[in-house]
């Protein structure tokens, strides 16, 4: 069963960086493609971004678009989210997990044998 390990979250003030990680629990990722997820109290998980690990082809979702990229991606047993430009709204916890990821793409849809994991806290805020 594919489950990974989120960090990286912390306090910061708006317009601050934060680097999150998505670590493998054992020695390899063991998935072709990863998703980012972030759960706002009272709102749903959304999708926020995803990377196929084989083509490097990456989707951002329109609330992130052009603040959040993968840095460091060493494809083997971690990836890693550079979020730039932190805003409050973007207060949330946030779960990395197996996602399904054809021809080369990736989706927004979990990997069926994949578990979430316990998320990492990101809190935006003067």
């Known amino acids: 069963q594919l489950q990974f390990v989120e960090s990286g979250g912390g306090l910061v003030q708006p317009g601050g960086s934060l680097r999150l990680s998505c670590a493998a629990a054992?020695?390899?990722?063991?998935?072709?493609?990863i998703g980012w997820f972030r759960e706002a109290p009272g709102k749903d998980r959304e999708g926020i971004s995803c990377?196929?690990?084989?083509?490097?082809?990456?989707n951002f979702a329109y609330p992130v678009k052009g603040r959040f990229t993968f840095s460091g991606n060493n494809g083997e047993n971690t990836v890693y989210l550079l979020m730039n430009n932190l805003k409050p709204e973007d207060t949330a916890v946030y779960y990395c997990v197996a996602v399904v990821g054809s021809d080369g793409f990736c989706t927004y849809r979990k990997n069926p044998t994949a578990k979430w994991g316990q998320g990492t806290q990101v809190t935006v805020s003067s």
């Open positions: 990377i196929n690990l084989r083509t490097n082809f990456a």
């Open positions: 054992g020695s390899t990722l063991g998935a072709s493609a």
